[in-house]
């Protein structure tokens, strides 16, 4: 199973294992990590599942469409990196990804 | 609840006829018999078309997954003043109040971010201090041992104290920010509200309009400052509004941030009121707040609905709507749907997953003020809790006459001594 690495804001961090097929949002859901509140459930239509992805994994993580990029433009300080984690599906390409959290899901 | 009522309306529910069905209708809202009436559309008709009512024609959406399908493609259902705005009833043409959420893209997305850093991570965390210490102050100074009201005395002095902070409005002519959203939400036929047409309404909101305006202009010269309406002023997309859709912006900031949050500061009390056992958890592991604090906004759901009108023929659930028809989105009915949210018409403040609940909207809409209304309410009951072991209701709440917030206008309470 891919293992993806979830860093809370203020530093933590949580390794953990996730089966491919699930969204990087349910990774984290499911494993019951901090940060990440999902409120949609994964619809894209909330943007508290904010993460910022690490600048190596860019390239395997795919760039928004439009419906996340809009959503994403109403969230708390996003960055360049930024991606709403129900969007990231979890393949084995994305063994060793790390996203971190932003200050607060908003 | 009148027993008697509850009965008679569930035999209601029970026998009339689907397409004679006006779910709008705001008595029912008023006298909380609603709940029959949305569970039989949910069975039976989940999209539900009224021909005829006070406000025309138009879809009803009661099922979860329904609306939030509605809330994403934005494109086909718009939110935009011109066709008719976000309330079953439309707004009159000539006394429009445009703000950013009766918008559709590209404006609604400017204005949006102008507003929506006030309540960023940052400047939260900055209010809290001042809002634990206001609602402290307020808790502290109930009286012991007699009947009051709490809706007067904590829900709107503590949600107005903070909307007098977020405008940095005169501290002292707070009362003036309760008066103007009753004005710019109250339902004119209801004999009890402070106006009484369309045309008095837009008089009063004028009167506001003018307040502000001074508090702008002496901030639109100023230094930016943290406040809304230095923000409103400096902000490169809003600082050129026209008149209305000023009285629009500000009228939709100060219902948005006073009207739901009172609301959920007494349907929360009220529920715990009727759940014993729920209260009772409560006060054993006050670490359930935050969980609470979701339930509680799910159960009140203040915002009953929203309303769009499509721009093309669309499908939802086996039905064609047609370009230019009103869809009504139940938030209210959508919040008990079983099929989404288990033991949806039960009260519990540790149910899993609390925040899975369509009060504050969903896609580009979605509530800009959700985490501060959160904070307000974890603030309120954490400052409760360790305060008051506990509170009576002692009478039945009055509801606000509307189909469109869910309101309690009064809740006799007593606080043993
Ligand atoms: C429990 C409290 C609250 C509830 C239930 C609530 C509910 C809602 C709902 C249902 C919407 C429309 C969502 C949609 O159309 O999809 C909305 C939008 C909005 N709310 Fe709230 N609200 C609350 C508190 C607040 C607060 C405290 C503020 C003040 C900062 C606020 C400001 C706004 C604004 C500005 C919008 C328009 C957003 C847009 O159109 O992009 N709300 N709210
Ligand atoms: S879970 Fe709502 S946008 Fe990702």
């Given at each position: 199973m891919p293992k993806i690495t979830y860093i809370e804001h203020d530093g933590t961090e949580h390794p953990m294992e996730v089966p491919v097929g699930l969204t990087v949002m349910q990774g984290a859901v499911?494993?019951?990590?901090?940060?990440?509140?999902?409120?949609?459930?994964?619809?894209?239509?909330?943007?508290?599942?904010?993460?910022?992805?690490?600048?190596?994994?860019?390239?395997?993580?795919?760039?928004?469409?439009?419906?996340?990029a809009s959503m994403l433009s109403f969230a708390a300080v996003t960055e360049s990196n930024s991606r709403l984690s129900c969007q990231i599906e979890v393949t084995s390409e994305l063994d060793g990804l790390i996203v971190r959290m932003p200050e607060g899901q908003h | 609840?009148?027993?008697?009522?509850?009965?008679?309306?569930?035999?209601?529910?029970?026998?009339?006829?689907?397409?004679?069905?006006?779910?709008?209708?705001?008595?029912?809202?008023?006298?909380?018999?609603?709940?029959?009436?949305?569970?039989?559309?949910?069975?039976?008709?989940?999209?539900?078309?009224?021909?005829?009512?006070?406000?025309?024609?138009?879809?009803?959406?009661?099922?979860?997954?329904?609306?939030?399908?509605?809330?994403?493609?934005h494109a086909s259902f718009s939110s935009d003043t011109s066709l008719g705005g976000i309330q079953i009833e439309d707004q009159p043409k000539a006394l429009a109040r445009p703000s950013f959420i009766r918008m559709d893209p590209p404006k609604h997305d400017e204005q949006r971010k102008v507003v929506s850093p006030i309540v960023?991570?940052?400047?939260?965390?900055?209010?809290?201090?001042?809002?634990?210490?206001?609602?402290g102050k307020i808790i502290d100074e109930l009286p012991r041992g007699e009947i009051f009201d709490w809706v007067d005395r904590v829900s709107i002095e503590l949600t107005i104290q903070?909307?007098?902070?977020?405008?940095?409005?005169?501290?002292?002519?707070?009362?003036?920010?309760?008066?103007?959203?009753?004005?710019?939400?109250?339902?004119?036929?209801?004999?009890?509200?402070?106006?009484?047409?369309?045309?008095?309404?837009?008089?009063?909101?004028?009167n506001m309009a003018a307040a502000m305006s001074k508090l702008w202009n002496e901030r639109v010269n100023a230094p930016p400052q943290h406040d809304l309406i230095s923000m409103l002023a400096h902000g490169e997309s809003t600082r050129n509004m026209q008149p209305n859709e000023f009285m629009g912006t500000l009228a939709l900031l100060i219902v948005g941030g006073n009207d739901t949050t009172r609301n959920s500061i007494s349907g929360g009390l009220h529920a715990l009121s009727q759940n014993p056992d729920?209260?009772?958890?409560?006060?054993?592991?006050p670490a359930l707040i935050p969980n609470m604090v979701s339930e509680i906004i799910r159960w009140q759901t203040p915002v009953a609905h929203m309303r769009r009108t499509a721009t093309v023929d669309t499908e939802i659930g086996g039905k064609t709507i047609r370009a230019g028809e009103k869809v009504v989105?139940?938030?209210?009915?959508?919040?008990?749907?079983?099929?989404?949210?288990?033991?949806?018409?039960?009260?519990i403040i540790d149910r899993k997953r609390p925040r899975q609940h369509l009060s504050f909207g969903f896609g580009i809409h979605r509530c800009v003020g959700n985490r501060l209304a959160e904070m307000q309410l974890r603030i309120v009951w954490e400052e409760i809790l360790a305060r008051l072991p506990q509170i009576e209701v002692v009478s039945e709440p009055e509801r606000v006459l509307s189909n469109f917030l869910r309101g309690i206008k009064r809740m006799d309470v007593r606080i043993p001594a």
């Amino acid at each position: 199973m891919p293992k993806i690495t979830y860093i809370e804001h203020d530093g933590t961090e949580h390794p953990m294992e996730v089966p491919v097929g699930l969204t990087v949002m349910q990774g984290a859901v499911d494993n019951s990590v901090p940060g990440i509140d999902a409120d949609c459930g994964g619809a894209c239509a909330c943007a508290t599942c904010h993460v910022y992805v690490d600048p190596e994994w860019l390239g395997k993580t795919g760039t928004p469409n439009e419906q996340e990029a809009s959503m994403l433009s109403f969230a708390a300080v996003t960055e360049s990196n930024s991606r709403l984690s129900c969007q990231i599906e979890v393949t084995s390409e994305l063994d060793g990804l790390i996203v971190r959290m932003p200050e607060g899901q908003h | 609840m009148d027993a008697n009522v509850q009965l008679d309306a569930i035999a209601e529910a029970a026998a009339v006829p689907l397409d004679q069905l006006d779910i709008a209708d705001p008595r029912r809202f008023a006298d909380d018999t609603i709940w029959p009436f949305f569970a039989r559309l949910r069975r039976e008709a989940p999209v539900h078309y009224c021909a005829d009512s006070p406000y025309g024609p138009y879809w009803s959406l009661t099922r979860y997954q329904d609306i939030l399908a509605t809330e994403i493609d934005h494109a086909s259902f718009s939110s935009d003043t011109s066709l008719g705005g976000i309330q079953i009833e439309d707004q009159p043409k000539a006394l429009a109040r445009p703000s950013f959420i009766r918008m559709d893209p590209p404006k609604h997305d400017e204005q949006r971010k102008v507003v929506s850093p006030i309540v960023a991570p940052a400047n939260l965390a900055r209010m809290e201090t001042t809002i634990r210490e206001r609602a402290g102050k307020i808790i502290d100074e109930l009286p012991r041992g007699e009947i009051f009201d709490w809706v007067d005395r904590v829900s709107i002095e503590l949600t107005i104290q903070m909307l007098a902070t977020l405008f940095d409005y005169p501290f002292e002519n707070r009362r003036q920010l309760t008066y103007w959203s009753d004005v710019a939400v109250c339902n004119v036929n209801d004999p009890t509200s402070p106006v009484h047409s369309e045309e008095e309404r837009f008089a009063e909101l004028k009167n506001m309009a003018a307040a502000m305006s001074k508090l702008w202009n002496e901030r639109v010269n100023a230094p930016p400052q943290h406040d809304l309406i230095s923000m409103l002023a400096h902000g490169e997309s809003t600082r050129n509004m026209q008149p209305n859709e000023f009285m629009g912006t500000l009228a939709l900031l100060i219902v948005g941030g006073n009207d739901t949050t009172r609301n959920s500061i007494s349907g929360g009390l009220h529920a715990l009121s009727q759940n014993p056992d729920e209260y009772r958890k409560l006060r054993e592991n006050p670490a359930l707040i935050p969980n609470m604090v979701s339930e509680i906004i799910r159960w009140q759901t203040p915002v009953a609905h929203m309303r769009r009108t499509a721009t093309v023929d669309t499908e939802i659930g086996g039905k064609t709507i047609r370009a230019g028809e009103k869809v009504v989105m139940w938030y209210v009915s959508g919040n008990r749907d079983e099929t989404m949210i288990p033991d949806a018409d039960r009260f519990i403040i540790d149910r899993k997953r609390p925040r899975q609940h369509l009060s504050f909207g969903f896609g580009i809409h979605r509530c800009v003020g959700n985490r501060l209304a959160e904070m307000q309410l974890r603030i309120v009951w954490e400052e409760i809790l360790a305060r008051l072991p506990q509170i009576e209701v002692v009478s039945e709440p009055e509801r606000v006459l509307s189909n469109f917030l869910r309101g309690i206008k009064r809740m006799d309470v007593r606080i043993p001594a």
